[in-house]
């Protein structure tokens, strides 16, 4: 690759990835990975450049499309998806990345419009951006749809949940850069082992404030080149997701189903947990969705755990009464890992999250079955809707024959909060520095 057309092939791959997720609705995280993955010949500089304008792209689209609109005659619903596209990854690095100039960012998307055989609109795309480039210190957006670039009916719902002040702070956080938060395998390697290993890789490494086993990670090329993850002696987790292992808090030789447990991070916790005893089960639908399990049961080396595709909906009755444990985290909206998956806010619907509400209901009235009495049942969602946390709890504990266990200080020193004796807790980006999760653990009556 030639300097002189490196930065129109970032570009035109940045194009490219776009277009996949924002116009034929691929998923960000899946899309990015795919196209770093076969460009892996590419310098780290040039890969985290890729990653970052995508990225930034999907995170502010409401606040960039609504800049273009100011300064275009043609609105962004009426262009050509190519130059919609276009246009969107320019403005991002026009009015968030400082290092690179105005007039290259606008040069460079001359050249793709031109390249992608739109010739005729190249004045177009260079005027709008040219425009936007002279007056973008005057874009201040008051009204937190536009200046935080989330839809509506999402503010609106969390405002009737939770105060003002918090669901601003949410929506911060949404935005804020995250380093990789991973979960240590201490069965395998010691805390310093893992430490010295990241240390030789070059990593950046922060302690996780919330956990003594998890840490955040920065400065990597890709993950495949660190030793310490080829050789499965850390799981990508976010913190609060490990919390659901805490809080099932296994005993040795307990037998454990993970009934929707795909890609695997909480059943590889518990079986760290378990060293070596016990069994584990981790369940998902189809059999790609395993494959990613069996993928990590293979690269973290567990032999208490196994991989199986099952659709939670099937009743197994060779599993009734059989499980220490059930973890049942469900499907669900995701509104808690939007600052993971930033598409996810324009892609779910008020619809998606009553119809998710009842499929987790459905689904929990199949596995509750499979507790043995005294055993446990830990329900959680990555979300921060009250639909699917607080009233699935409350239906639990109203429908079948679970009490609350409590989980005070299950999760160390730095997490208190006054539900947790009854056995629950909505963990919110903003107030802990995580993504927003909800965990409840209930005891099956004997």
């Known amino acids: 690759m030639t300097k002189q057309n490196g930065p129109t092939k970032e570009r035109e791959l940045i194009l490219d990835i776009l277009m996949e997720i924002l116009e034929y ?211 990508v987790q976010d913190v609060s997701s490990s919390f659901v292992g805490e809080a099932a808090d296994p005993k040795p030789g307990d037998k454990v189903l993970d009934v929707c447990g795909a890609p695997g991070g909480k059943s590889l916790h518990i079986a760290d947990k378990l060293a070596g005893t016990g069994q584990v089960v981790v369940r998902d639908l189809t059999e790609n969705k395993i494959l990613l399990v069996e993928d990590n049961i293979r690269r973290t080396g567990f032999t208490n755990i196994r991989a199986e595709v099952w659709d939670a909906l099937e009743e197994d009755p060779s599993w009734e009464e059989q499980a220490d444990i059930v973890i049942a985290d469900l499907p669900c909206s995701g509104l808690g890992i939007i600052g993971k998956k930033p598409d996810i806010k324009y892609q779910v619907t008020k619809e998606d999250l009553e119809d998710l509400a009842e499929l987790q209901k459905d689904i929990l009235s199949v596995v509750w079955n499979y507790v043995k009495p005294g055993g446990k049942l830990i329900y959680s969602t990555c979300t921060i809707d009250h639909l699917e946390n607080e009233d699935q709890r409350n239906w639990i504990l109203e429908t079948l024959p679970f009490e609350p266990v409590s989980i005070e200080g299950a999760f160390g020193s730095q997490i208190k909060e006054e539900t947790m004796k009854d056995g629950y807790i909505q963990l919110l980006p903003g107030r802990y520095p995580c993504d927003g999760f909800f965990i409840s653990a209930f005891r099956r009556k004997a």
């Not at 005057?138 to 839809?151: A, C, G, H, L």
């Not at 105060?163 to 850069?177: H, S």
């Not at 201490?186 to 990593?203: G, K």
Request: with cysteine; charged share 30%.
């Open 25 to 235: 609705g691929g998923y960000s995280h899946v899309v990015l990975k795919k196209a770093l993955d076969k460009h892996q010949y590419l310098e780290k500089q040039n890969r985290a450049f890729i990653t970052r304008v995508v990225e930034g792209t999907i995170e502010y689209l409401l606040t960039i499309d609504a800049v273009i609109d100011q300064c275009s005659k043609t609105k962004v619903k009426k262009m050509k998806p190519v130059i919609r596209t276009i246009l969107r990854m320019s403005v991002y690095q026009i009015l968030k990345m400082d290092r690179i100039p105005d007039s290259a960012v606008c040069d460079e998307a001359v050249k793709l419009a031109v390249k992608r055989k739109f010739h005729g609109l190249k004045g177009f795309v260079n005027g709008v951006l040219r425009t936007i480039s002279r007056e973008k210190e005057t874009f201040v957006f008051t009204d937190w749809s536009r200046k935080y670039s989330m839809p509506d009916w999402i503010i609106e719902l969390w405002k009737q949940q939770y105060p003002a002040e918090t669901v601003e702070r949410m929506m911060q956080a949404f935005l804020e850069e995250r380093p990789t938060s991973v979960r240590c395998n201490l069965d395998r390697a010691s805390m310093e082992e893992i430490l010295q290993s990241l240390e030789q890789d070059h990593v950046t490494v922060q302690k996780n404030p919330l956990a003594d086993h998890a840490l955040l990670l920065s400065g990597y090329d890709y993950l495949d080149a660190v030793t310490a993850f080829r050789e499965g002696w850390i799981t």
